[in-house]
């Protein structure tokens, strides 16, 4: 079975400009988490969705926005980037959302703001 | 709010040795205790787990106890190979949340050497 897929893997933007970064989950798997990780720390949680519905959400502002989709893929987006913003940025998916749930985790969208 | 803190980084030993990486966790209720790994241009993958006090986690000859007296959940191995080279991540996730919200640690990186 595929794992967690993300694309695109690496992308270049400047600044102010705007990103969208998809992932799909492992097949049956119905909550998508998005976690942002800069070099040299952990990664940072920013939104959970299941059933299509946002279940969680970290300490991001606004600029930063997610959807899932009926087949339980995921969309992130950020507007206005700021050079703050280059990072890896992993999704991760699970069967259920409770606390003690194993994530699955992509391989990342490595993007770089100029 | 939540964190954690683990020891930091890098830790560089020969092969065979004992491996012990440091994490302690300040937390409301009862959370979930995790230790993921990242190898080189790979996603985070999970390690073991433990989901109550006392519970201990093994994998691939990694161990790790929930300890709450203590508030830790270190890391240990008995004889470190090359291939365990890799970051190791100590993460949280609350318990009774509702969420899978993982809080990570900074990581850890080690080097094993032949």
């Known amino acids: 079975d595929a794992g967690v897929t993300q694309s695109p893997t690496h992308l270049i933007k400047t600044r102010g400009q705007q990103v969208t970064l998809r992932c799909s989950p492992i097949s049956g798997h119905k909550s998508v988490s998005w976690y942002q990780q800069v070099l040299g720390q952990g990664p940072q949680f920013i939104f959970q969705y299941y059933e299509k519905e946002e279940r969680g959400r970290g300490n991001f502002p606004d600029r930063f926005s997610a959807r899932q989709f009926p087949n339980y893929s995921s969309e992130l987006n950020v507007n206005a980037l700021l050079l703050g913003d280059s990072a890896l940025y992993l999704c991760?998916?699970?069967?259920?959302?409770?606390?003690?749930?194993?994530?699955?985790f992509g391989s990342g969208t490595q993007l770089s703001v100029l | 709010g939540d964190s954690v803190t683990q020891m930091e980084g890098p830790v560089t030993l020969s092969e065979e040795a004992f491996l012990t990486i440091n994490c302690t966790y300040t937390?409301?209720?009862?959370?979930?205790l995790f230790w993921y790994v990242q190898y080189p241009g790979e996603g985070l993958q999970l390690l073991l787990k433990a989901t109550k006090a006392d519970d201990k986690g093994s994998n691939k000859g990694f161990e790790a106890t929930y300890r709450k007296e203590t508030t830790s959940f270190h890391l240990e191995k008995g004889s470190v190979q090359v291939s365990d080279s890799a970051v190791y991540f100590c993460?949280?996730?609350?318990?009774?949340?509702?969420?899978?919200?993982?809080?990570f640690g900074t990581g850890t990186l080690l080097a094993v050497q032949p």
């Open positions: 993460a949280l996730s609350s318990y009774g949340g509702a969420t899978n919200k993982l809080i």
């Open positions: 991760a998916s699970s069967s259920s959302r409770g606390s003690s749930e194993k994530l699955f």
């Open positions: 937390a409301t209720g009862y959370p979930s």
